[in-house]
């Protein structure tokens, strides 16, 4: 132990930057050192077990220490850990997995581009918007819309694209001339006067205003997560997300759904955009469930007609050196085939309606203003005035007194400001939800 922390705490505190550091809070604590998984559960290093709700960051959807994943991996690092695929040369899981989400992903969304990660699917995706707008003979179509509240990544061109107001510090710089954010999508935090029934018809309007206002002639793309996650698991309105696609195809810009925390079972189904939402989307990115966590690996899917559309004598020189990592593909396959072959997807439907009921359930509390989620995503909006929705004070951090509280009991939730969000694994069991919710309660 050094000052009170461990060894291991220490060594981290001293020399590992963590992503969002807050430095004060990093130099006093050091981090909570996790040393053990197995399916919902943490060990740290003294041993305390922790019912992980969070599922690592919106990701371990079969759970961890899965013994079939771990020969997997140590299989394919053994045959062959590492090839390049860049321009002609190709791996067996990278091949693979590619077939396999053409299988899964929306009809006719045949082609796979890997990437390293979540943030780097959004920046293919926002490449590959130019490149396809261009090659339709318009090159002067290079902005993007995308909305308030949204985490598209940490890159700066997925960071410029997002917009959480708490992570637009002043010493960064952000792509703000071609990027343009709309309203989030969030019912409980309307505009003031806007109606529940016309809150998409307001969210529309802004839509095609926005678009007089920059030149549809100007706009690539419309960047959205079906449910946003990191901005506080907003659900839409009823047919906000297709309404919002049929106008930006009708003006010709291209729509990508950003399925980094919705795709592969988060709501029950592969890809979320068309089965829950009504959407076929131009490109959807994918990361996180996609693995389950096992290795960083993420995906920009896209259709046979884009891809027509781009073909020819010409290069598209944008790839990374993990694009179709072999090990990282074959963790990917597993974790698709473990979903199906143990009917994961039905499952988290069956456990994610006992989950949101439970949250419901917590609404009477004197300290939750709304909850919301769907299948196993959900939220938490802790407030300090339920009728107007007023929130704490900036002194009293709601969100990490609650999950500071949780983590005492043996529960991780995360905290976000002034929400609490959760995304538990598909393996969840009834008992483990029981156990979140009973907890939260507490
Ligand atoms: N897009 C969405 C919707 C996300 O939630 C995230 C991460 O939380 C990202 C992109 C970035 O993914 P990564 O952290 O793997 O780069």
Known sequence: ???????????????????????????????????????????????????????????????????????TLAEQAR????TSTFVDMGNAPSARLAAKIAEIAPTGFTRTLFTTGGSTAVDSAYRMAQFVQHHRGFPGRTHILSRHASYHGSTFASASIGMRDGDRIEEFSYLEKTIHHLSAPNPYRRPEGVSAEGFTDFLVKELEEKIAEV????????????????????????????????????????????????????????????????????????????????????ALIFSEELWQEMSGDRWFTHGFTYSGHP????????????????????????????????????????LVG?????????????????????????????????????????????????????????IISEAEVEEIIVKLRA
């Open 79 to 82: 045959t062959l850990a590492y």
């Open 370 to 426: 709304e909850t919301r989620g769907d299948v196993l995503i959900g939220c938490i909006e802790n407030v300090a005035d339920k009728e107007t929705k007023a929130l704490h004070p900036d002194e009293i951090d709601i969100g990490k007194r609650v999950s500071d509280a949780a983590e005492k009991m043996g529960l991780l939730v995360r905290p976000m400001g002034h929400l609490n969000v959760m995304s538990p694994p598909l």
């Open 215 to 298: 030149g549809a002639d100007k706009i690539a793309a419309f960047f959205a997560e079906p449910v946003q996650a990191s901005g506080g698991v907003i659900i839409p309105p009823e047919g906000y997300f297709k309404r919002m696609a049929e106008v930006c195809h009708r003006h010709g810009i291209l729509v990508v759904a950003d399925e980094v925390v919705t795709a592969f079972g988060r709501l029950g189904e592969w890809f979320s955009s068309e089965a829950k939402f009504g959407v076929v989307p131009d490109m959807i990115t994918s990361a996180k469930g996609l693995t389950s966590g096992y290795q960083p690996l993420g």
């Open 1 to 71: 132990m050094t000052n009170n922390i461990s060894e291991l705490a220490a060594l981290d505190r001293d020399h590992h930057m963590h992503p969002w550091t807050h430095f004060q809070q990093a130099e006093r604590d050091g981090p909570l050192v996790m040393t053990r998984g197995k399916g919902v559960h943490l060990w740290d290093e003294d041993g305390r077990e922790y019912l992980d709700a969070v599922g690592g960051m919106w990701c371990t959807q079969i759970g961890l220490g899965n013994e079939e994943m771990a020969e």
């Open 327 to 366: 090990i990282a593909c074959a963790a990917a396959l597993k974790s698709i085939e473990i979903i199906e072959r143990d009917g994961l997807l039905a499952h988290a439907k069956h456990v994610g309606a006992l989950f949101q009921k439970g949250l419901k359930s917590l609404e009477d509390h004197p």
